[in-house]
T-cell receptor
Framework: QKEVEQNSGPLSVPEGAIASLNCTYS??????FFWYRQYSGKSPELIMF????GDKEDGRFTAQLNKASQYVSLLIRDSQPSDSATYLC??????????FGKGMKLTVNP | DGGITQSPKYLFRKEGQNVTLSCEQN?????MYWYRQDPGQGLRLIYY???????QKGDIAEGYSVSREKKESFPLTVTSAQKNPTAFYLC????????????????FGPGTRLTVL
């Protein structure tokens, strides 16, 4: 059974701080890694995807991938109250289905 | 306005009833998916379809059925055999052009919240 694990949280950070969200996966053959944000009562929306080892930056968001350690993370710089949501990590390998973690709830306090 | 639509937004079902959830996309995506989300849980795959007139079971297909008669539409029926159907149901789609299946990105509709009375 391919698994994706996220810290159970919740994570609480002050406004302006860096929020760090982590995810580990069991399938070493995984190729594609996604971070989705889900506001309460809403559907997930894609924030970032990453395929290659290293960092990928998009505005205040940075995704980090380390395939050797089977670890992917999402950093949110200058956190804002509007970033308060549940963040879902998802992993896909080859023609395999997308496997989601259970999500981590982030609260940014003004 | 391109995107994925789901209807209804809220649905109430009496025990023993079958209900059908609608999912339509105008993104010209080949693949479509149905997920179920329970409180505090990740998304679990119910069914998926990569092409018209073909679909595969996901991890929790029991008690559900689907059809894919048109590229744009992928309705999900929750049958009376599904013992615990109360959940948030999410439909998604992706390009799935066969050239980069492993690099595919799924986009979600707004969801349908189903409650059993």
């Amino acid at each position: 059974q391919k698994e994706v694990e996220q810290n159970s949280g919740p994570l609480s950070v002050p406004e302006g701080a860096i929020a760090s969200l982590n995810c580990t996966y069991s399938d070493r053959g995984s190729q594609s890694f996604f971070w989705y944000r889900q506001y309460s009562g809403k559907s997930p929306e894609l924030i970032m995807f990453i395929y290659s080892n290293g960092d990928k930056e998009d505005g205040r968001f940075t995704a980090q991938l380390n395939k050797a350690s089977q670890y992917v993370s999402l950093l949110i710089r200058d956190s804002q109250p509007s970033d308060s949501a549940t963040y879902l990590c998802a992993v896909q390998g080859g023609s395999e289905k997308l496997v989601f973690g259970k999500g981590m709830k982030l609260t940014v306090n003004p | 306005d391109g995107g994925i639509t789901q209807s209804p937004k809220y649905l109430f079902r009496k025990e023993g009833q079958n209900v059908t959830l609608s999912c339509e996309q105008n993104l010209n995506h080949d693949a479509m998916y149905w997920y179920r989300q329970d409180p505090g849980q990740g998304l679990r795959l119910i069914y998926y379809s990569q092409i018209v007139n073909d679909f595969q079971k996901g991890d929790i297909a029991e008690g559900y059925s689907v059809s894919r008669e048109k590229k744009e539409s992928f309705p999900l029926t929750v049958t009376s055999a599904q013992k615990n159907p109360t959940a948030f149901y999410l439909c998604a789609s992706s390009i799935a052009n066969g050239l980069s299946w492993g690099l595919d990105t799924q986009y979600f509709g707004p969801g349908t919240r189903l409650t059993v009375l």
